[in-house]
């Protein structure tokens, strides 16, 4: 592959995630009702798993406020307990709110994965600063994750 292969745009080519998104939500019957709703994703379709938060947002503009609540992990916890599955399904949910970290005393929650949006933040000023200064920056930087659990 020739240098100039590289430097060239690679192209897309597949389907818009939000818009897909946007359409399951526009399949639901008009109603001015709250509309409880959950996304179940599968191995079998890896490339909308990958892109699962547009997906969810596309759902999430087109409902607007007759979305009950949010497709989240606090909200799945919530699922668990009405349906009266805790125990026999577990949660590895994202985030660090005070509602997930509840649901994880409890034992409705296995775990929580948690990035430090904070950390995001100083390392993108830091990354802007050195490359305004001495016309470089890193490629690429791991801020790393936290496994929230309930164990000490």
Request: proline share 4%; net charge negative.
């Amino acid at each position: 592959m020739s240098a100039h292969t590289w430097t060239m745009p690679w192209p897309f080519i597949g389907v818009n995630n939000f818009e897909m998104g946007w359409r399951i939500g526009n399949i639901l019957l008009d109603s001015s009702e709250k509309i409880g709703l959950a996304v179940v994703y599968s191995d079998k379709a890896p490339g909308i798993h990958a892109e699962r938060e547009l997906v969810e947002m596309g759902i999430s503009v087109s409902l607007g406020e007759r979305l009950s609540g949010p497709m989240d992990t606090t909200a799945a916890a919530q699922t668990l307990v009405d349906l009266n599955l805790v125990g026999q399904i577990q949660i590895i949910g994202f985030g660090a709110d005070p509602g997930v970290v509840e649901n994880i005393r409890k034992g409705i929650i296995s775990a929580s994965v948690a990035i430090n949006s904070e950390r995001i933040g100083y390392e993108a000023v830091h990354s802007l600063a050195s490359l305004r200064s001495t016309g470089y920056t890193s490629a690429s930087i791991d801020i790393g994750i936290d496994i929230i659990t309930n164990s000490p």
